[in-house]
């Protein structure tokens, strides 16, 4: 399958700061890319849905001025935490599909990372 | 009433025996249904996905469908150790949308 990666794979900051977490599809290129966020014990969510050159759409509920997702580029999204808080301390993981992808089966999962807001 | 809901376990069964999980949705228009298996610290990674009532077969793994009864299920015959996971249910609803459930703990007693 095809090989999606992330960066970084964990990240400890302080309450107010920003963090970048970029997703890139390494050999494929990734036309929509979702990012998800998993907390302890519970399900992942799916916060929002990027297409390449467009702008991200957000699920019900997150603060789009708070998660700056931006998918510049077929291959690379970054997700942007901004002014974090230890209420975003969470698992997230992103998931690319490419042009000829017909459903969410097609979507190729990163190996997350994870956040820890001191 | 959630979209997708599982029984979080956790499910213990022995070696060799076959594991049984089940998954429910609530929106009886969903067109399409993934089983994922994720190891603790790690993404998940697709395992079977099912448009179709009836059963779809992958190895040791078996997909059920039920479309009249909003029930999708997933076997493992010959369980085996390795196959100690949570599994997560996710739905793409009729309005696009994608749901996991909140996940079963599967555990395999050598």
């Known amino acids: 399958g095809a090989v999606v990666s992330q960066h970084p794979s964990w990240v400890i900051c302080k309450s107010g700061t920003s963090v970048k977490i970029e997703c890139r599809s390494l050999?494929?290129?990734?036309?929509?890319m979702f990012w998800y966020r998993q907390f302890p014990k519970q399900s992942l969510m799916l916060m929002a849905t990027s297409n390449e050159g467009s702008k991200a759409t957000y699920e019900q509920g997150v603060e789009k001025d708070k998660f700056l997702i931006n998918h510049a580029s077929l291959t690379l999204s970054t997700l942007t935490v901004t002014s974090a808080h230890p209420e975003d301390s969470s698992f997230y993981i992103c998931?690319?599909?490419?042009?000829?992808?017909?459903?969410?089966?097609?979507?190729?999962f990163g190996p997350g990372t994870r956040l820890t807001v001191l | 009433q959630k979209e997708v809901e599982q029984n979080s376990g956790p499910l213990s069964v022995p070696e060799g025996a076959i594991a049984s999980l089940n998954c429910t949705y609530s929106d009886r228009g969903s067109q399409s249904f993934f089983w994922y298996r994720q190891y603790s610290g790690k993404s998940p990674e697709l395992i079977m996905f099912i448009y179709s009532n009836g059963d779809k077969e992958d190895g040791r793994f078996t997909a059920q469908l039920n479309k009249a009864s909003q029930y999708v299920s997933l076997l493992i015959r010959d369980s085996q150790p390795s196959d100690s996971a949570t599994y997560l249910c996710a739905v793409n609803t009729a309005g696009n949308q994608f749901y996991f459930g909140t996940g079963t703990s599967l555990t395999v007693i050598p």
């Open positions: 050999d494929f290129q990734a036309t929509t």
């Open positions: 998931s690319a599909s490419g042009r000829e992808a017909r459903g969410y089966n097609e979507q190729f």
